[in-house]
């Protein structure tokens, strides 16, 4: 079965660094996610992306958040200027429309 | 806005017993409704669905039903294995139709079962 798959699966990054998580949605999904989990916390919503653009983000997801699809086969996650309380647990997802979204496994953000 | 309320774990218990993890949730349209288990380690998987009132969403023995007079998705399982140690994630989309698909997830509960 297809499946999202995300890179790294650990990052470890100094505060104020830029750091890009990376994302490989399932071939035919046209919508796809990012959301975040603080250690401990529930699961959040930060952003949606449908036809090349954002299509929702939620308020957690400032000026230092950016997305992209670059290639057609990819969908980053920058963060700019790293804080302490990004550390997180990233996940990906992607979906067909109201079907439901399949997740990757995640990338555990680690901000030194 | 959109909001998932869920059973504080965590809950522990023993093979072969019955669960129930409650769930409620408010909203202003009619969402679709989701239940996501994540093992350790692992990202979420969909467990089950239910798209509209009175649908029941069932998978692995789980089993859910969309009750809007209560605006509950409780999960259940009759009879629980070990292999069922995981995190439990009630969520809801599409509350506002249009393309808002965004899922609005619980806090998780946490659930081992023990030999």
């Known amino acids: 079965e297809p499946e999202v798959t995300q890179t790294p699966s650990h990052q470890v990054t100094q505060m104020g660094q830029e750091v890009i998580l990376r994302c490989v949605p399932i071939?035919?999904?046209?919508?796809f996610y990012w959301y975040r989990q603080i250690l401990g916390q529930k699961v959040e919503f930060l952003v949606s992306f449908y036809n090349n653009e954002i299509s929702e983000k939620s308020e957690i997801f400032d000026d230092q958040f950016s997305v992209e699809r670059p290639d057609g086969s990819n969908f980053t996650l920058k963060i700019r200027s790293t804080k302490l309380e990004d550390s997180a647990m990233y996940f990906c997802?992607?979906?067909?429309?109201?079907?439901?979204?399949?997740f990757g496994d995640g990338t555990r953000l680690s901000i030194l | 806005g959109d909001s998932v309320t869920q059973m504080e774990g965590p809950v522990t218990l023993s093979e072969e017993a019955f669960l129930t993890i409650n769930c409620t949730y408010t909203a202003t349209g009619y969402p679709s409704l989701f239940w996501y288990v994540q093992y350790p380690g692992e990202g979420l998987q969909l467990l089950l669905k239910?798209?509209?009132?009175?649908d029941k969403g069932s998978n692995k023995g789980f089993e859910a039903t969309y009750r809007k007079e209560t605006t509950s998705f409780h999960l259940e399982k009759g009879s629980v294995q070990v292999s069922d140690s995981a995190v439990y994630f009630c969520?809801?989309?599409?509350?506002?139709?249009?393309?808002?698909?965004?899922?609005?997830f619980g806090k998780g509960t946490l659930l081992t079962v023990n030999p």
């Open positions: 997802a992607s979906g067909r429309g109201g079907q439901p979204q399949h």
């Open positions: 071939s035919n999904h046209l919508y």
């Open positions: 969520a809801l989309s599409g509350a506002s139709g249009g393309s808002n698909y965004k899922l609005t």
């Open positions: 239910a798209t509209k009132a009175d």
